[in-house]
């Protein structure tokens, strides 16, 4: 049997079913996956404000982008030891942190360089609302390619002159 490019097939790798069937699979695992990954950060950073110890921060940095997702703000603070360290947060539209304003700051007692700050959310918030967005985009065109392909089955063979 001659392949199939030499039988005259020239669309490529993109149109073969093995690519396209990974890529509605990785589409499809990839807005669970993140999901999870989001809560378990989530929770970690739940478990760190509830047993973590506290101290206070400098905001240093603010990113005001145009998107939401750019709205970080740095914020400096000092070990136990006396070492410098720095955690990022994202910051809410209806709150905005100026230069200089004073933060607390939760950190691990045993890592103080794995920290959040009360009252701001960490990157899991951002990491669970992508994921969210990608399942839903993932249905929405599972659903409608299941139609197509019922819809086709529906209608039976295609005459042999179309």
Excluded: C
């Excluded at 049997?1 to 020239?10: E, H, L, V, W």
């Excluded at 589409?27 to 669970?32: E, I, N, R």
């Excluded at 914020?75 to 004073?102: C, E, F, I, M, N």
């Amino acid at each position: 049997m001659a392949s199939k490019r030499a039988a005259g097939d020239t669309r490529g790798f993109l149109h073969s079913r093995v690519f396209q069937t990974a890529a509605i699979v990785l589409m499809l695992l990839a807005g669970p996956v993140a999901v999870v990954v989001g809560s378990f950060m989530m929770a970690a950073d739940s478990d760190l404000l509830q047993n973590g110890e506290r101290t206070s921060g400098t905001v240093t940095e603010v990113d005001d982008g145009r998107k939401a997702s750019h709205h970080r703000f740095r914020t400096d603070y000092l070990a136990p030891d006396g070492s410098p360290q720095r955690v990022w947060a994202d910051w809410p539209l209806d709150g905005k942190p100026a230069v200089g304003d004073v933060v607390t700051v939760i950190y691990r007692a045993d890592d103080p360089g794995t920290a959040v700050l009360e009252g701001y959310d960490g990157p899991g918030t951002s990491v669970v609302g992508v994921g969210v967005v990608l399942t839903g985009a993932s249905l929405l065109i599972g659903t409608a390619m299941l139609v197509g392909v019922l819809l086709r089955a529906g209608r039976g063979p295609e005459p042999k002159g179309a």
